[in-house]
């Protein structure tokens, strides 16, 4: 026994049981404190039939949560169910509701993919927030018993300028990286987006992605009585335990632990290793049930595992290894220290499981086991400390239906669009504006961000960033593989966040197609404003339906996601910023589509049409710091037809590369595409100003949907003309691949050099951060 | 031909350099870093990653595994040994390789397609490159500058023992601020090498920026097959 739990039991004498709950109901307890409504309390004490103990109510706030328990946005979550088919359901292997979503990706394969948020914690601390939200996805990953295989990062900053940005993005950047890297995974896209909205309040969300052989698929459940609940990786400590300190001080008056950070503290090389412990455990198939510790920590895998089974489950929480042998129950049941993970366990399986981990020197302890009753009942050091249907904590916390109330100020904001605003009319004033416009902070290029994360490790990564999609390879023999993207424009889904919601399904849609596979499902991270407030309750209804909507247009269900509110500097919310990641499937991954041009001679294509569509889109922003008006129109058709053409043209190899046209319009993706492998390009523009009635500055600027360039080679162009025209895909021929031209000759505009172009997008981010 | 691939807690590339090995028809054995046993390969690779989390120093952990007890003594008799990124950080902890590798000058992780020049096509590990070429590796690591004394840099440069030097482009510099732009060196016999690239990733169309990292595993397979 060491001093320090000794110490602790002396200044701890009292326990608050089940036992003194019963006899001292009016005993006055900080609901309050830890962010319970009166009704909610009162209901706890309703359906306990008694006030809770201590340690009961600090696992009901903690599961009532708005973070745990979704009450503000349950309700909205019908429509996904409203919206999905039963076709749409049949790649669906598991859905909304556990870790993470499963789809059927063929040959026996199950991929499972979901992104979360960790704002807030990221601004606070700003690497240890980042890196632990990449640490906690990947547990939600490993949960459902697949093995890791690539990690993204879609992240939005205040103003590049601003002193606080200096503080976070470096800091968050070498959060994921120094997660991620040290766990060997290949980080392979994500976003980075600067706007003033984001300035008090940083969007960290991290997307991982993981494979298994179908039936190795493990659910978080605790069945069968008298199997072995096991806790096991790192100890837990202190770190996390935010709002409970309330709770530990009114439990002991003095010797009491110091203040702790509220923000968890990550070590990757214990979830590394707790990632190939976990994998050992399923090859020997010794799990019966898992589940990760993350959000609500122990709180949250007790009453979950036990809410899922079947039967009841008791836990001796005294067993639990400590860090800080001076925690409180109360605290122990929060805490959000990291890398842990709970197992059910038959005890036939009981010695191989451990040997596994001692194998991998991770510590496991048995804490409890699954019992026949129905309760979920905890003791401390003998005495019943918690007695609940874990039902009741887990899955049903209250539900809001919170007013909604379409904000005031749209219809002022609607119609301030950008229409009176000079456009550039001369060759000299659009190439000057191209490369303002490739040196804005969203536009220009993010190596400094991308290359502190390692792309390559595992051997798989077809492409990553800043290729359209990030793709890798599954299986090692057939190259049956998968490709991600995640997008949203939190600009669009200001002016309109139902058409909003659906243009960043468009894009991520889009961009999987963009590389040639074929989109399956996607997962999404709501990040909005307060909650109490109408206008961003209706802006999150809004986009949930326009999610919805869409997902049924495209086919493509939903399989999970996280939501994240509160995110806004006093009354002031973000931009709503629903972040789509969509994931598609190629047979061959080897075969993708790269987005810059290498092949001299290749002939370049315009698909899609161009409307005059410049609201919200990044030259109002740059040349005019404008918002205002209405986004590109959405049209899902298009972009269905869109990606069945890029689909086959990969298969039938009738395009080398494919770019998408997002923000910075066809000017942006020109450039990009070729200053990717420095190979130049002659286009003209004539045709299409003429055949959609526009002049050239729209061209190249406007944000129209369903759009992307392809680089087409001679031998291949009869018969890809052929297929767009069979199939009604617009479709124009702009220019071609010159290795002779140094960088792009707009014919009858202007003509911009490969080092003009390098200057403009390579300065802006190391200007700011260094080199 | 069997190629021991060595794990320890926190490697990262181990599969990566089994599969490398893989590819030129060689047979990869894996080693377990807690057992004393080398399994009879007839070279070794260590591999990139964390090793132990690289808590402390890069490699200094690793250095003191049960694997390693016999691997120096085997490495000192001629076995040949790769070290790559964080395999080369154990090797100059275990003093089978001169120098140290300490944080990036510009003190951030750093992935890159780096170009190399390989300055001695004569180790056992690089006998398929020419002498001078130039190829492209991808480099990723957050502590791989080359440090070393000066009378150690002269000795490694006067006996030939850089095996690669990063390729720089005028007026600029290299990766991590390796001394003398050194990427890569061997000991005495040739047997040993590191280097912080990776040329595992570089074994596979459709993966990787190129397939430069095949010479190294076609290098030691003629080098088994011949000795």
Redesign the interface.
Known sequence: MSTTSQSSTTHAPHVDTVGDAGATPEHEQPWVELGLKEDEYQRIRDILGRRPTSAELAMYSVMWSEHCSYKSSKVHFKHFADNTTDEMREKLLVGIGENAGVVDIGDGWAVTFKVESHNHPSYVEPYQGAATGVGGIVRDIMSMGARPIAVMDPLRFGNLNHPDTQRVLPGVVAGVGGYGNCLGLPNIGGEVVFDDCYQGNPLVNALCVGAMRREDIHLAKASGTGNKVILFGAKTGGDGIGGVSVLASETFEEGGPAKRPAVQVGDPFAEKVLIECCLDLYRAKVVDGIQDLGGAGLSCATSELASNGDGGMQVELDLVPLRDASLRPEEILMSESQERMMAVVEPAKLDEFMAICRRWDVEATVIGEVTDGEHLVITWHGEVIVDVPPRSVAHDGPVYHRPLERPAYLDALQENGTAAFARPTTGDELKADLLTLLASPNLCDKSWVTDQYDRYVLGNTALAMPDDSGVVRVDEETGRGVAVSTDCNGRFAKLDPYAGAQLALAEAYRNVATVGATPLAITDCLNFGSPEDPGVMWQFEQAVKGIAEGCRELGVPVTGGNVSFYNQTGDVAIHPTPVIGVLGVMDDVARRTPSGWKTPGQVIYLLGATRDELDGGEWAHVKHGHLGGRPPRVDLAGEKLLGEILVNASRDGLVDAAHDLSDGGLAVALAEATLRHGVGARVWLEEVCERDGIDAFTVLFSESTARVVVAVPRSEEVRFTDMCTARGQVHARIGVVDDQTDGIDVQGQFGVTLAELGEAHTGTLPAVFGE | MKVGVVTF??S??D??AA?AVRAVGGEPVSLWH?DADLRGVDAVILP???S????LRCGAIARFAPVMDQLVPAARGGLPVLGICNGFQVLTESHLLPGALIRND?R?????DTRLRVENAQTAWTSDFEQGQEITV?L?N?EGGFVADERTLDELEGEGRVVFRYVVPEGGRNPNGSYRDIAGITNERGNVVGLMP?P??CV?????PSLDGLPFFTSILKQVVSA
């Open positions: 807690p926190g990262l590339d599969r990566d599969r807690g990139g990653g964390f132990y989390g690289d808590y510009h951030k992780f750093n992935c890159v991808v990723k957050g990776h595992e990733h596979e169309t459709g993966y990787g």
